[in-house]
């Protein structure tokens, strides 16, 4: 299922791909040079980087954490030949970057997408630390991919490339040193396939080698209510911060960026709370109906096409309509830096739920902020995913099979204790949500290392 709209990404091998990334004071920090990172204001680790630093400044995390945490511990990559339906050869890169492990194993997805590049990956990995310290799982952060399109593969191609990949990475993950998960581009299959792959190579039957991934298929060790949990995580905060913006989660309307997994299951589960969607976009095309698109019926419709576009139930309409459409809510659910400054002038909506990794960047949440429009942002916001990850591993290792209703329940429990903490933090140093999620998931991260100290 496709998961994005275009994107217009930039990373230090596309240099002047974004627009609106006007150097600001995320890109200004010393610790920038100190450290050599790219100068380009756009690139996509510098912006997220830049972020939690802002956060760093305001708590006074010491400067030995920010250098710490400003780089990933590991940066692993690899080339891998495959062979194709039509008998040649083509050669894949894969990624794996470990960015912390100080709370626990590294943790994190893996992309396949035609345009993933080492900076993309080492963004997402570093906001693995920082989500699942804020959401409370005791894990660091990672972050893998390969660099290709699943949908231009048969299903035996996209087998021999992620098979293939896991042997190339198998002995840099573990059950109990880092556990990969889906991400844009990948499923329960895929990870299927990896579990597969490793529990041959592992050769350790009897110490559950499916705890080496999780988002796996509920038949092969997968927990229910993984593969809607990221979007019933954003429904949860949504739940939770909406009575601070005056907003009723059952009168509401909003629109969604991305209908691929994160969009739709957010799409839907908020229509059966009564909301309703008016508004969606994905590589397809944009389409709107201000009596409600039925969210359901649309998964169906992508499902079976591919895209949102030629939905019976809607009108399409231009990019900038649906940006412009008028809703109390708007969730970004595709890829990174889709919300420049031009998307955050059109927006008109109270609230940006990112469902998505790092969907505004910092010029764009300027706009927003100065609009009074306000972001709840994506290390709270779609922190669901690798919570009910973290519950899938702990099944595996200690052999249960938990109910639907205990996941929703603990779940939800994650989410709200991870609000509490960010609307503490914001009300302690008097910043932005996005600032306080930093501040609440560095303050963690602080007491970790000031109990272990750091080696020698
Ligand atoms: N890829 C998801 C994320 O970005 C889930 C990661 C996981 O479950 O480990 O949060």
Known sequence: MPTASPARKSSASKPAAAKGGKPGKESDHPIFSELGFPVDPNNLYRQTVGSMLQAADLMDLPHHLKIILAQPKNEI???????????????????????????????????????????????????????????????????????????????????????????????????????????????????????????????????????????????????????????????????????????????????????????????????????????????????????????????????????VAGFKGATRIDKDEFYKTKVDVFVPAALEQMIQEPEAQLLNCKVVAEGANAPTTPAGERVLEARGIEVLPAILCNSGGVTVSYFEWVQNKTCQQWELNDVDRELNKHMIAAAKRTRDARKKYKCNLRTAAYIAALERLASAYSVRGIFP
Request: hydrophobic share 35%.
């Open 77 to 307: 990559m690899v080339n891998f030949p495959v062979k194709m339906d039509d008998g040649t050869y083509r050669l894949f890169k894969g990624y794996r970057v470990q960015h912390n492990n100080a709370l626990g194993p590294f943790k994190g997805g893996l992309r396949f997408h035609h345009d993933v590049h080492l900076d993309d990956v080492k963004s997402l990995a570093f906001l693995m630390t920082m989500k699942c310290s804020l959401v409370g799982v005791p894990y660091g952060g990672g972050k893998g991919g390969i660099k290709v399109d699943p949908y231009k593969h048969s299903k035996s191609e996209m087998e021999r490339i992620v098979r293939r990949f896991t042997t190339a990475i198998a002995h840099q993950i573990g059950p109990d040193y880092d556990i990969p998960a889906p991400d844009v581009g990948s499923n329960a299959q895929h990870m299927a396939w990896i579990a597969d792959t490793y529990s041959f190579l592992s050769e350790v039957g009897g110490h559950q080698p499916e705890a080496v991934i999780t988002g796996k298929p509920v038949e092969f060790g997968g927990s229910l209510g993984r593969e809607k949990a990221t979007g019933q995580g954003v429904v949860d905060t949504l739940v939770e911060m909406l009575p601070e913006v005056g907003v009723e989660i059952k009168s509401c309307k909003f629109s969604v960026l991305g209908f691929g997994n994160v969009g739709s299951w957010t799409g839907k589960i908020l229509q059966d709370k009564g909301a309703k969607m008016i508004a969606t976009m994905d590589h397809t095309g944009a389409i709107r109906n201000d009596g409600g698109i039925d969210a359901h019926q649309l998964a169906e419709h992508v499902r079976k096409t591919g895209g």
